[in-house]
């Protein structure tokens, strides 16, 4: 029996020494549907940038994207990216404030697809940011310990409660389609903001039209939160959350 459960795990850590890595390919094609925050290239509905080049882009314009697709032609990347809207840091505007399109494309050539991943994920994530990244990137960490599993949401605003400071926030995109037809207003949206400063339960209260409506979804899985606080003590609540949209 001995012999038998030693030849077992023999065969196990080989077998675990010899399980394949994750390639490159593996970790971009993962990107798809994932939404993250596209830096200094925003701006232009089509974008040709060598992947060498990647980190020596400054200025620009950022925003918040979903990767709608990844696609591969020879030493070429592409990612399809849906605009989601304007990312703002601490209430000092990252985004763009020029005219946005719907999509964007952005093509990285001179891409080697069998390198390592974890350089395939160093280049790539110079400039697809998940929030975290992109608030460290700009020299702000939001350190919060992961939400109690009977973590259960009090009424903001409320006796002895501090009000959430948005740490970051992403003005939802304002379509052309949108401002042609003059249509504006206001969105609130009541969520729970958990101590981990994220945002969860979102449901509209007050909506403008179906469009606007998901875009503010959207944009407000971006968001984060210094949470609602009671004393010392960061606590899960029920928040409202009003984004405005208007000519301007």
């Keep these: 029996m001995k012999g038998t459960l030693s030849l077992a795990c023999i065969f196990l850590g080989l077998g675990m020494l010899m399980a394949p890595q994750q390639s490159s390919r593996d970790y971009l094609q993962h990107l798809a549907g994932q939404r993250l925050i596209l830096r200094h290239f925003a701006g232009s509905s089509d974008h040709h940038v060598k992947e060498n080049d990647l980190s020596k882009k400054r200025g620009g314009c950022d925003e918040a994207v979903e990767v709608t697709g990844v696609a591969f032609d020879n030493s070429a990347v592409q990612f399809k990216l849906r605009n989601i809207g304007s990312p703002v840091i601490q209430k000092k505007s990252k985004g763009c404030t020029m005219d946005l399109p719907d999509d964007y494309s952005l093509r990285v050539t001179d891409f080697e697809l069998d390198q390592p991943r974890d350089q395939a994920e160093t280049a790539i994530g110079y400039v697809l940011q998940t929030p975290e990244a992109y608030l ?111 000519m301007l």
Excluded: H, M
């Design 136 to 246: 460290a990137a700009s020299g702000v960490v939001l350190n919060l310990p992961p939400p109690s599993e009977n973590e259960s949401p009090v009424d903001f605003p409320g006796p002895g409660l501090t009000a959430p400071q948005a740490v970051l926030s992403v003005s939802p995109y304002y379509s052309d389609a949108n401002r042609k037809a003059r249509i504006q207003g206001r969105v609130t949206v009541r969520c729970v903001i958990g101590t981990d400063g994220l945002v969860r339960a979102p449901v509209i209260e007050k909506g403008i039209n179906r469009e606007l409506d998901l875009l503010t979804l959207d944009a407000l899985t971006f968001w984060r939160f210094e949470p609602v606080r009671k004393g010392d003590r960061s606590i899960a609540a029920k928040v409202p959350v009003e984004v405005s949209f208007a």
